[in-house]
């Protein structure tokens, strides 16, 4: 299964949002999304999932054209979880979960199992609307993943912004094992740190054009954050041996 | 078996039970001309009087509820109601177009009948309107159409008091009793089976829809994400919708709040899922209308029975507010 972006662009009215984006995601591994705000992050998932149409350019899932293929289609082989979503109607979590579903034959075993993963158990019959932005953030990733069987592809915009640190360490722990599973993860990223840690290559934006893509040790570098970010960055050493990146405050004597 | 099971099944039983008892109710109830009420199985002429009236009302309360249903799915508003689309004013206009004209050709009053042609016309000119500039993207856009809806319904608001004030005062007081709502006693029994083949295909094909909409309470995306083609869906719905509140207007006149009430009252019975809610929204669509009509046959405020249009909206309106201080109108 091959996903390429092939010289992409797409503008909303005047304003270009991406521009020329040509590369190739890397199958059974997990990719970050990273750049500064509007940079067009969220923008190439949605023209990846075939939501809008680009100006120039395409995605191609398996050689076809994203936008070309039907939802019913498409929705055997990717799933994606926006950065808000909303449920208009009084669903409980089971039930919104259970979507996931929607254009696959309905499975009661994947839909407990994504809720167990995603430590939903708890809350599984309350209402969606009464969970806080965290936990909806959990029972959407929960949604998408009884969406998957087996090897395919999982596009998360920021899952994570709003869970507490426990969550967001459950959460990456869960998608690294996805991952291991055979399943392909674009995922937006604002945590540099995370990204270098956990992702396996990353794609950096700028302004709606690609900066650079491909190992994330090559890609997230100080002195490309620097040009990108605007901000200087450097990684630190913590007393348990780990690291973190973190940008130069002035007060430290940074630029 | 399941407790959502057993909540669906004792949840439209009840449902259904309480719409055929006040069927039978509005059959039943006498008013005498002294103002005394009974209840006793009408002599032949009258009950075929009697049975058209609850036909109508069946009829317009399920068709109301059922445009209901697919507006809030459509509009991802549980505030929505079908005349939202400007339907009702649009038919309006329509009936108030056709009684200055006939005036101003003719010299004579519009008949009955000759409202339902002008009605029909009038919503779904108003319906093509929404429709072709409710769209962005080429796709029907839920805020673009409420947006235009309003709109459209008060240009249609000004028509009908512009011809209101060009017809002489007799004539307005003929439109204000149409636009008040009442089921008609007189309807021809090839209109209502027309309308209840309409009404009875429309409540299967939503039915069927009924996955489609839950999926669709997702947001554009995520919803296309899970396999919704949600182009094809919210067009189907919309006119649906409009197909329905057209039809009630041609049949009752505007009956409000039916379609705003009915949905919420079936949602709290039998949950959120549109595959049961689109029968049991239509059986509390029957109970607000026929037990309206059934009311309105009960009081006697001196100045004749009172339309049932006013009974809905007496009792749809305070169920309104209810709905938005308890929250409830959120979700």
Known sequence: MTLVIDDLSFAYGDVTALENIAVEAVPGRLTAIVGPNASGKSTLLRCIIGSLRPGRGR???????????????????????????????????????????????PSRRLVEQ???????????????????????????????????EGAGYLLLDEPTSAMDLRHQRDTMTLIRELVGEGVTVLMVMHDLTAA????????????????????????????????????????LESASGGRRLAPITSSRGGG | MSGRRTRLITGMAALGIGAAALAILSILIDRAPGGVVSLAWPAASYARFRLTALAVGVIVGSALAVSGVLLQALLRNPLASPFILGVSNGAGLGVMVAMYLSFAWRGT??????????????????LSVVYALGQRRGWLDPVSLVLIGVVVSTICGAGIMFFQHLVPTGLRGQFTTWIMGHLPQGTSGSMLLICGTITLAALVLSMCLGRAMDAATLGDDEARSIGLSIGPLRLGMFFLAGLLAAMTVTLAGPIGFVGLIAPHAARLVLGPRHTALVPGAALCGVILVVGSH???RLIDVGAGQMPV???????????????LLSGRGQS
Not at chain 1, 198 to 225: F, H, K, N, P
Request: no cysteine; aromatic share 6%; charged share 15%.
């Open chain 1, 114 to 148: 994504a809720i167990a993963r995603l430590d939903l158990a708890d809350v599984a019959h309350r209402s969606y609307a009464a969970l806080s932005v965290g936990q909806q953030q959990r029972v959407m990733l929960a949604r998408a993943v009884a969406q998957l």
């Open chain 2, 294 to 296: 059934a009311g309105s």
């Open chain 2, 109 to 126: 009053e519009l008949g009955q009948l000759g409202q339902t042609g002008p009605a029909v016309v009038g919503a779904l000119g108003t």
């Open chain 2, 309 to 323: 249009g006013i009974f809905t909206a007496l009792i749809g309106g305070p169920a309104f507010i209810w709905l």
């Open chain 1, 196 to 235: 270098a840690v956990e992702a396996d290559v990353a794609w950096l934006l700028q302004s709606g054009r690609l900066v650079a893509a491909g190992l994330t040790s090559e890609v997230l570098t100080e002195s490309r954050l620097r040009e990108v970010f605007n901000v200087p960055f450097e990684w």
């Open chain 1, 59 to 105: 995605a191609l899932l398996d050689g076809v054209p994203t936008r070309h293929l039907r939802p019913r289609i498409m929705a055997r082989r990717m799933a994606y979880v926006a950065q808000r979503s909303a449920v208009s109607a009084a669903f409980t979590v089971t039930e919104v979960v259970e979507l996931g579903r929607y254009a696959l034959p």
